[in-house]
């Protein structure tokens, strides 16, 4: 396998012990968990947590024993030795949450979606411009799976030339236990595509280069779970970007019990010069491990077993454009960006389905 394909080693930590403290706030999502272990494998030390639901906090503190319980979000927002708040609230929550916490004089970083509304996004685009803070999004279906960050790599080498398609697959296990009453709330998740949809266009937007897309079709649905009228279980759209790069994307809630993991999660890259396929979470009928990429150049085919093998940059990354004000882990554009068009695809699917029941 030629050199270039292979990676280029693990992310050490980027500071010392005690040089960037940050908080954790709002458990609601348990992707806090990757967010906040994904920050102190970076070098990051979290110092405090807050949340309004005890539970969450005995199990949050049974993870990281040494982190300080708050009594309120108040009381966080004050402390003034922190960098930064990551934090995982009910979807329709984030957005404001995000504007207290740069108000506050930190930089926010939270679990995707963002937002759910347009008007939340716009409102934040303005106090990042206000306050000079950031506004970073936990993106995770490309941040924290190796082979998902290796792909980044090789697209940036040339490994496939010119991408010009990007389809994503989503699936989700809906699962048998109970789920909290926001999820099933639509002006609480705002929608699959919303929800869920925002990882596949953020990688859509990352492989394709587009810094930009009109969403061409999106439609979603409740196929198959009538007792709760609100959840869309089903989800799809596309997408053409600014730089010719088109992008379709499906997410859904149907992964089957007899998947070993709660969903075959997939990526296709088409380029020029060839094509990758990430199978993120699982190999189906040959591995239960996942990070396996393939890739079809004029040569040969290739396969990658990437665990272990790459870890997350974006964190590392992540702390260091705080500490130093740069933009290296991602841009506020492009986080934005990914925001913005999930919201827009949501929206377009919504008036799909309101005008086909009326």
């Known amino acids: 396998m030629p050199s270039e394909f292979q990676p280029s080693g693990l992310p050490k930590a980027v500071c010392k012990a005690g040089e960037f403290p940050f908080a954790a706030a709002h458990l609601d999502h348990p992707h806090i968990y990757g967010q906040c272990e994904g920050l102190i494998e970076a070098g990051g030390t979290l110092r405090y947590v807050y949340d309004r639901d005890p539970e969450k906090i005995a199990a949050f503190i049974k993870k990281f024993p040494t982190v300080k319980v708050l009594e309120s979000e ?6 003034p030795d922190i960098h930064l708040v990551a934090a995982a609230a ?14 506050s004089g930190k930089d926010y970083f939270t679990d995707k979606t963002p937002f759910t509304s347009l008007g939340q996004l ?8 206000e306050t000079g803070k950031k506004y970073m999004v936990y993106y995770s279906e490309r941040l924290h799976v190796e082979s998902a960050v290796h792909a980044g790599d090789l697209i940036e080498a040339g490994a496939i030339g010119r991408v010009i398609q990007v389809s994503g697959l989503g699936p989700h296990r809906h699962g048998h236990n109970p789920r909290p009453a926001w999820f ?11 929800d869920i949809g925002s990882h596949q266009i953020e990688q859509y937007l990352h492989y394709g280069g587009a810094r930009d897309a009109k969403v061409l079709s999106a439609r979603v649905n409740n196929f198959n779970h009538p007792h709760h009228p609100e959840l869309e279980d089903f989800g799809e759209a596309n997408l053409q970007g600014d730089n010719g790069c088109s992008g379709y994307f499906r997410v859904d809630w149907f992964t089957p019990d007899g998947l070993r993991t709660w969903g075959d999660g997939r990526t296709m890259i088409l380029g020029t010069e060839g094509y990758i ?13 996942g990070n ?4 079809v150049n004029s040569e040969r085919e290739y396969h990658l077993d990437l665990n272990g093998k790459v870890g997350y940059p974006f964190f590392g990354k992540l702390v260091l454009d705080c500490l130093n004000r740069t933009e290296t882990a991602m841009t506020q554009e492009h986080a ?8 827009k695809a949501q929206e377009l699917a919504d008036t799909k389905r309101l005008s086909s029941l009326q």
């Open 74 to 79: 108040e009381a966080l927002l004050e402390q």
């Open 90 to 103: 009910i979807p329709n929550e984030r957005g404001p949450l995000g504007i207290k916490v740069m108000e």
């Open 122 to 129: 716009e409102t934040a685009r303005q106090k990042v411009i």
């Open 184 to 194: 099933y709330q639509k002006e609480k998740y705002g929608g699959i595509l919303c």
């Open 277 to 289: 396929e990430l199978r993120k979470y699982i190999d189906v009928a040959r591995e239960t491990s």
């Open 292 to 295: 396996h990429l393939y890739l």
């Open 336 to 343: 934005f960006k990914a925001a913005e068009l999930c919201l």
